[in-house]
């Protein structure tokens, strides 16, 4: 949930250069991140975080986060209806059916 609420120390971020979604991306030291938003490692080390900020497997990693919220959202509807939007902008990213979706 803190990646959909947005206080990961990770966060994920839309990428307005090509319509999807990546994260932001964290140097652990100590058990915490040593950066955070707007100081985004993921978008500039490829590396990192498996290369989500390069589009890297999004199909899969974000998959996790994916069937997670759906099986939340399965015993709790309210949390399902709360969080649907953010739920299908990760769907669209690895998934968009729509070619006249402007994201």
């Known amino acids: 949930e803190v990646w959909?609420?947005?206080s990961a120390e990770a966060p994920f971020l839309?990428?307005?250069?090509?319509?999807?979604?990546?994260?932001?991306?964290?140097?652990?030291?100590?058990g915490s991140c040593?950066?955070?938003?707007p100081?985004?490692?993921g978008l500039s080390d490829q590396g990192l975080?498996?290369?989500?900020g390069f589009y890297n497997d999004h199909h899969f990693h974000?998959?996790?986060?994916?069937?997670a919220a759906t099986a939340v959202a399965y015993f709790d509807n309210d949390w399902g209806r709360d969080n649907f939007e953010?739920?299908?902008?990760?769907?669209r990213d690895i998934a968009n059916p729509s070619l006249e979706d402007p994201y």
């Not at 975080?49 to 989500?52: D, K, M, P, Q």
């Not at 953010?86 to 769907?91: G, H, N, P, S, Y």
């Open 34 to 37: 040593e950066n955070t938003y």
């Open 14 to 30: 839309y990428d307005l250069s090509w319509g999807g979604v990546v994260s932001c991306g964290c140097y652990y030291s100590n």
């Open 49 to 52: 975080n498996f290369g989500a």
């Open 62 to 67: 974000y998959s996790y986060h994916i069937y």
């Open 4 to 6: 959909l609420l947005g």
């Open 86 to 91: 953010k739920i299908l902008m990760l769907v």
């Open 39 to 41: 100081n985004c490692p």
